[in-house]
């Protein structure tokens, strides 16, 4: 921000002069209402943008602020219940307010294109992937079967799937999740549109297949000067992808500008929020607590007269912020930076968080024997030749792990999907019974004994956490029910003392008691988040296996909810087993760190050490993938070329070979690679000296 004067009217700042493109979409003073029994809700009040040919722009805020709302009115997909209720969208200069249901479906799948969140919401299960793609030139420009098939092949290629003529034959439940993505992209480019809308299109995908998508679109933007409207909670995707972004709150735009002009200096109270919620780069759960937002988006009906951040905006001043509406002020000498805040000019400047100090905080203290012990611990499925099952092979989902974690501390397994790491999860549950080595709990070997066989003070003794708090959370009974329940089933109480108890979990996660009342459905996704952390702590467990808890959750109800598993962890002393794949939670969160590939482990060692070099080849792609939310962070991508071997086709020496950026020959592929420890105890398995191994770039986190 430069020392111009401010100015407070909408559109382009006068006398400013901007040779640009024409636009390819304008937003003017748009408006969304959505009929309801109580009326008119108006979701979005009053919105402009503008995006010309070939830019990205970033839409960013919490679960409720209205990206969506936005991306669907730029789709004119709001049913029968929605409607724009103020201003214009012109897309390539023509007014779709002003459309025939006729001219839109035209425009729809040929000029412009959506990808969403889930990629089966876009794919006909019961129809292959070639006659899928098919489908959009044949209806969009009358093309032949021939051609069309040829189009479907091209493009099938230029998404980097691989042998498209195999898999044009093939139905969507046959691919992966990142392949299912890379097919929808391609049947969104078929056409070649002016406009891509993408919702949200790598949650979900693993670091590594996340990053391969966010290059193909930056690949194919770049081929097709396509625009794209990207939606996203993940700031650290969006300055990969984007060249401007804008960040919603209740409805409204309330920042927008250059990517590096706003991450550099971000301007309203809101955006900083978000940006000090997110793991810094030397942010830590021993010397820096992550700063959520306070409170919550306003309901439509309460949204405030005045800034709808003041209620929960630390720089608020009465009167002046909260009288009137807030009008949208440009600064800098180019305008192209705007912000609704009338304090912004009187705030103190963001402090940017620097590398500084980084992994040098001290690790947990350990004292006496582990709380968990893994020793060469294997699980195999015995997968038949035959329908009849005679013959057949072992599959190796877990293939010899070694691991430890002490007393109060956190080990975290990190890898992509496929790795092992929700099969040693189930062993440890009891869900399956390990087939070689050992897993002792506090001493006790509990591998090979299935959940119905253990005793009422293991299954007390370990609980979990997981990704959808839904998959936990009965939608027919009110939370207090839940709690109570769980409470009397793992400690054998009455139901007067669960009632007591159930207040008493409801305040430890940070809830009103009151919540005891409500059903799931009347909680946000944070809210739910931590009643099913409530659940899990209801048999006061010494092993809490939290499963991805965080990861679909938006970046401010994140933060919230792992300092509220360090705080929980600290004053019970639970040790905490954490399956993630992103790495900057990884890094904040974790003592200790296991990276698993094709079941086992190729590195484990403190946090500290494994995000420091030595690195094992595999370990430095994965952070290489890890979209930082920093523009001036510039790394090297390593590009992991292929998927994860099957377990039925495990390579004879190191697992890795296939895809390693760093192969030093055939012994890659003959030997078994040795595990070689440092004196921390950082170990790794990988053929390549120590020595090389630490002569690569440190990643900043």
Do not use: W
Not at 268 to 280: D, E, F, Q
Not at 527 to 543: N, S, T
């Amino acid at each position: 921000m430069t020392g111009s004067a401010a100015r407070t009217v909408p559109g382009t700042p006068p006398g400013l002069k901007l040779v640009k493109p024409k636009p390819i979409l304008e937003l003017r003073n748009v408006g969304i209402s959505y009929m309801v029994r109580a009326g008119e809700l108006k979701v979005v009040p009053n919105v402009s943008l503008t995006l010309h040919e070939g830019e990205a722009l970033g839409l960013v805020g919490e679960s409720g602020c209205g990206k969506s709302t936005l991306a669907y009115a730029i789709m004119r997909y709001l049913g029968g219940s929605g409607r724009l209720s103020g201003g214009q969208i012109l897309f390539e200069g023509r007014d779709m307010g002003k459309m025939s249901d006729a001219e839109l479906r035209s425009i729809r799948g040929s000029r412009m294109a959506m990808v969403y969140q889930d990629p089966m919401s876009s794919l006909n299960p019961t129809i292959s992937i070639g006659r899928q793609l098919m489908e959009v030139p044949i209806v969009h420009s009358g093309a032949t079967e021939a051609e069309a098939r040829a189009r479907a092949l091209t493009m099938l290629a230029e998404v980097k799937l691989p042998d498209p003529e195999t898999l044009f034959d093939r139905y969507p439940h046959q691919l992966s999740g990142g392949q299912q993505q890379r097919v929808v992209i391609a049947m969104a480019l078929m056409a070649e549109p002016s406009l891509l809308v993408m919702d949200e299109p790598t949650t979900g995908l693993d670091v590594t297949v996340e990053a391969a998508v966010l290059d193909l679109v930056a690949t194919l933007r770049r081929k097709h000067n396509t625009a794209i409207v990207f939606i996203s909670h993940n700031l650290g995707t969006v300055v990969r992808i984007c060249d401007r972004i804008g960040v919603m709150y209740a409805g409204e735009l309330v920042e927008e500008g250059p990517i590096t002009e706003v991450f550099r200096d971000p301007s309203h109270p809101y955006t900083r929020g978000l940006l000090n919620a997110i793991p810094s780069l030397n942010a830590d759960k021993r010397n820096s607590p992550l700063t959520a937002i306070p409170g919550q988006v306003p309901p439509i009906l309460a949204r405030p007269k005045g800034c709808v951040f003041a209620p929960r905006c630390i720089y608020v001043e009465p009167g002046r912020c909260t009288a009137r509406p807030i009008e949208t002020q440009f600064y800098g000498e180019t305008g192209l930076h705007r912000v609704k805040c009338v304090r912004t000019r009187e705030l103190p400047r963001h402090a940017r968080p620097t590398a500084a100090n980084a992994n040098q905080a001290p690790q947990a203290e350990e004292t006496g024997r582990p709380m968990l012990q893994i020793g060469g611990l294997e699980k195999a499925y015995h997968q038949s030749a035959g329908m009849f099952g005679g013959g057949g092979y072992e599959v190796h989902a877990v293939d010899g792990i070694d691991l430890e974690a002490g007393r109060g501390t956190t080990l975290a397994i990190v890898g992509e999907s496929g790795c092992g790491k929700s099969t040693f999860a189930k062993v440890l549950t009891g869900i399956e019974q390990s087939t070689g080595g050992t897993v002792q709990l506090g001493g006790t070997e509990i591998g090979k004994t299935p959940v119905e066989a253990r005793d009422a003070g293991t299954k007390r003794a370990i609980q979990m956490v997981f990704q959808n708090p839904d998959s936990t959370l009965n939608p027919s009974h009110s939370i207090g029910y839940v709690l109570s329940r769980a409470i009397r089933k793992l400690r054998g109480i009455s139901a007067r003392a669960a009632r007591d108890e159930t207040e008493a979990l409801l305040k430890t996660v940070n809830l009103p008691t009151e919540f005891a009342n409500r059903k799931p459905r009347q909680l946000s996704g944070g809210q739910k988040q931590r009643v099913a952390i409530a659940r899990a702590l209801a048999g006061e467990p010494e092993l809490i296996l939290a499963d991805e808890p965080v990861s679909a959750l938006d970046v401010s109800v994140q933060a919230a909810i792992i300092n509220l598993l360090v705080d929980i962890q600290q004053k019970r002393g639970s040790t905490m087993l954490f399956i993630s794949h992103d790495l900057s939670v990884v890094r904040y969160l974790a003592d200790h760190v296991a990276v698993m590939y094709l079941g086992k482990v190729m590195e484990f060692g403190k946090v500290r050490d494994v995000f420091a070099p030595p690195y094992h080849p595999y370990t430095e792609a994965l952070m290489s993938a890890v979209p930082i939310a920093d523009p001036d962070v510039k790394r090297e991508r390593i590009i992991l070329e292929g998927a994860i071997p099957s377990p039925t086709e495990r390579p004879k020496g190191c697992p890795f070979a296939t895809r390693c950026h760093r192969k030093i020959g055939p012994i890659c592929d003959e030997q078994v690679p040795p595990e070689q420890r440092t004196e921390g105890g950082h170990r790794i398995a990988c053929h390549i000296p120590l020595e090389e191994l630490k002569a690569v770039e440190r990643f900043a986190f």
